[in-house]
């Protein structure tokens, strides 16, 4: 069922941002009298699933949902068709319009996706504004660290100043920071001392394939919350309510750092130090094969740390959405970026459609989804608008390579073009999803 859920947004995703998209070139080529011939959701190889003709489009559905595509009369495409290039240039066809006129054609699905993207982020800034955790509300108590987080230099109680010497408000942001800035060093506060922590040579490419959230986490009391069902620890006399401080004289009153110190005791009596009121109590416990108190946390981080929220009127969200979009863009060029770093090698861990599926969470939320449809679609435009024959980059590149030398390229040297870009994008696409195949094995 997870995975139905995740294929299902999936596919509604696609299918949105590849109708927005195409929409953008056939509203162009419609502006400028330019015939379109077909408008298609997903390729058609063989059969389409439906198909009808309207004003001499015809509109369809094909069964790969690998995207979807117009074909533009007098156009050299995907589709190859070199017939009716072999024929005199019609005044409806794309080869015949000048090419300023062609150039926005070629931009106009582009141009539709970085639109879709504004008009989703201001409708979910307008609808749900922001929320996130500030890193200085996390620095109350400091961080617990994982393993990786550990041999990058960071220690548990840690309180973050600077990341690469720049302050970052949003602290589920920080990994995400240091990735995409290529960032090597981090500025903490550590038992009421500045330090600088300088990252080991291969921390980033780590990072980068790091799959867990608990890289930095912030710490929170530990809380006994509820018990679960033969509880050793509520057997031994721990309390709804109590505070746990740690065990066998050490202190441990945070809940993860508590939860990795007693692995290590499993099949073994402890002495827990707990608070109760005033009074703070030894309480002696034999812990099972599992290591575990059978204890939950009292509360969630609302509990700890005051979240920042910020609500936006449709007025407000309109230039935020502007804002939102134009960081989206630069941030997913600096990702594309980190592709040809020889430190991160990033081109290993890119993902085809199951790395992108499983971006989508395991239970149908819209806000999720809106917001997934939203960086996909700044992707799809970046993306397409790369210099690579058969996208549209490449029409773009010839285009402005045309009306810079009052030129335009052959027919032929188009057709070729277009061949070795599909080559390109056949062995890009295999790259991806073979990638997402050798994960589906090897983790």
Do not use: C
């Not at 989206?328 to 592709?339: A, D, E, F, S």
């Not at 700044?378 to 029409?395: E, K, R, V, Y």
């Not at 188009?414 to 589906?440: F, H, P, R, S």
């Amino acid at each position: 069922m997870v995975i139905l859920i995740k294929v299902l947004q999936l596919i509604l995703s696609l299918s949105i941002l590849v109708i927005i998209h195409e929409f953008g070139h056939f509203a162009a080529a419609k502006i400028f009298k330019t015939r379109v011939e077909k408008f298609y959701l997903f390729f058609n190889p063989w059969f389409s699933i439906f198909k009808f003709n309207y004003k001499g489009t015809e509109y369809g559905m094909g069964w790969l949902p690998l995207g979807g595509y117009v074909k533009i009369a007098g156009m050299v495409d995907e589709s190859m068709d070199k017939e009716q290039l072999k024929k005199p240039p019609q005044a409806w066809e794309f080869r015949s319009k000048p090419a300023w006129q062609r150039l926005i054609i070629m931009l106009g699905g582009v141009s539709m996706n970085v639109v879709l993207a504004i008009v989703i982020y201001v409708g979910l800034l307008a609808a749900f504004g922001e929320e996130y955790l500030p890193t200085k509300e996390v620095n109350k108590y400091g961080v617990t660290v994982d393993t990786l987080a550990r041999e990058m230099g960071f220690k548990n109680g840690d309180k973050i100043l600077y990341i690469g010497g720049k302050y970052v408000d949003d602290f589920q942001k920080i990994p995400y920071e240091i990735v995409i800035n290529e960032v090597h060093t981090a500025t903490v506060v550590r038992h009421f001392d500045t330090i600088q922590i300088h990252f080991p040579e291969g921390s980033l490419r780590k990072l980068i394939r790091q799959k867990k959230l608990e890289f930095l986490s912030p710490r929170i009391p530990f809380v006994a919350g509820k018990f679960t069902k033969q509880s050793v620890a509520e057997a031994a006399g721990l309390r709804v309510g109590d505070t746990i401080l740690g065990l066998n004289g050490k202190t441990d009153k945070y809940f993860f750092e508590f939860r990795t110190e007693i692995q290590k005791h499993k099949n073994q009596l402890i002495s827990l130090l707990a608070k109760r009121g005033n009074d703070t109590l030894q309480i002696p416990i034999q812990l099972g094969k599992s290591g575990w108190l059978g204890v939950h946390p009292e509360g969630n981080m609302n509990d700890f740390f005051h979240f920042k929220q910020k609500s936006y009127t449709l007025i407000q969200a309109v230039p935020a959405g502007f804002v939102r979009t134009w960081a989206g863009i630069g941030n997913y060029l600096k990702q594309l970026k980190l592709m040809f770093s020889p430190e991160i090698q990033a081109y290993k861990n890119v993902g085809g459609f199951i790395a992108i599926g499983n971006i989508f969470p395991a239970v149908w939320h819209w806000e999720s989804f809106w917001r997934l449809t939203a960086f996909l679609s700044i992707m799809l435009a970046i993306l397409n608008i790369l210099p690579i024959p058969a996208l549209d980059g490449g029409h773009v590149l010839f285009l402005l390579y045309e009306i810079i030398a009052r030129r335009k390229p052959s027919d032929k040297f188009l057709e070729n073009a277009q061949i070795v870009g599909m080559v390109i994008l056949l062995a890009l696409v295999i790259l991806v999803n073979g990638n997402d195949i050798i994960k589906l094995f090897t983790h």
